[in-house]
T-cell receptor
Framework: DAGVIQSPRHEVTEMGQEVTLRCKPISGHNSLFWYRQTMMRGLELLIYFNNNVPIDDSGMPEDRFSAKMPNASFSTLKIQPSEPRDSAVYFC??????????FGPGTRLTVT | RKEVEQDPGPFNVPEGATVAFNCTYSNSASQSFFWYRQDCRKEPKLLMSVYSSGNEDGRFTAQLNRASQYISLLIRDSKLSDSATYLCVVNNRSSGSARQLTFGSGTQLTVLP
């Protein structure tokens, strides 16, 4: 199995631009999670989907952030407009019926 | 109070040493517990689940004390390759979603030659 796939691996963009991060979960996993990690705040859950349905988006920082999961094999996290404080590593993770989560390699976002 | 608390370290130990990490959690309803390991500039990876009776995987031993809401990880005969940040992770049953995990901030370990 290829594991969780994320793209791009690195993204550098200017403030105000739209950023779209992509994730392909492990086949057969029915839950998908988006996290953000910074030195200051550690690993924070942004949003979580179960069977493609958003269950908890209370971690999404503000309206500039949105996430979709149109089917079981694809999800996007969009930031529009991006700001320098959005600079972080964004991880996608997927989970089977049990509680373990398997993380993708992350997208390192830098907003200048 | 944080939901999951860990000593951030850093722990610097010589190769071959035994090192123990501790973690406390605040939600008594939590039911699933894990240790994850994160290497520098990499994603967190599941190291082991933690079971009520305690469990061992090679040089790694995990223990759970539900009464004290305390989890531990013991690493014996530490190797240079054990150098990483170790994250204590708890399933937060009080959240709207039983699948949601809460991650501690991690304990940094450096094994020195």
């Amino acid at each position: 199995d290829a594991g969780v796939i994320q793209s791009p691996r690195h993204e550098v963009t200017e403030m105000g631009q739209e950023v779209t991060l992509r994730c392909k979960p492990i086949s057969g996993h029915n839950s998908l999670f988006w996290y953000r990690q910074t030195m200051m705040r550690g690993l924070e859950l942004l949003i979580y989907f179960n069977n493609n349905v958003p269950i908890d988006d209370s971690g999404m920082p503000e309206d500039r952030f949105s996430a979709k999961m149109p089917n079981a094999s694809f999800s996007t996290l969009k930031i529009q407009p991006s700001e320098p404080r959005d600079s972080a590593v964004y991880f996608c993770a997927s989970s089977p019926v049990s509680y373990e989560q398997y993380f993708g390699p992350g997208t390192r976002l830098t907003v200048t | 109070r944080k939901e999951v608390e860990q000593d951030p370290g850093p722990f610097n130990v010589p190769e071959g040493a035994t090192v123990a990490f501790n973690c406390t959690y605040s939600n008594s309803a939590s039911q699933s517990f894990f240790w994850y390991r994160q290497d520098c500039r990499k994603e967190p990876k599941l190291l082991m689940s933690v079971y009520s009776s305690g469990n061992e995987d090679g040089r790694f031993t995990a223990q759970l004390n539900r009464a004290s809401q305390y989890i531990s990880l013991l690493i014996r005969d530490s190797k240079l390759s054990d150098s990483a940040t170790y994250l204590c992770v708890v399933n937060n049953r009080s959240s709207g979603s039983a699948r949601q995990l809460t991650f501690g901030s991690g304990t940094q370990l450096t094994v020195l030659p």
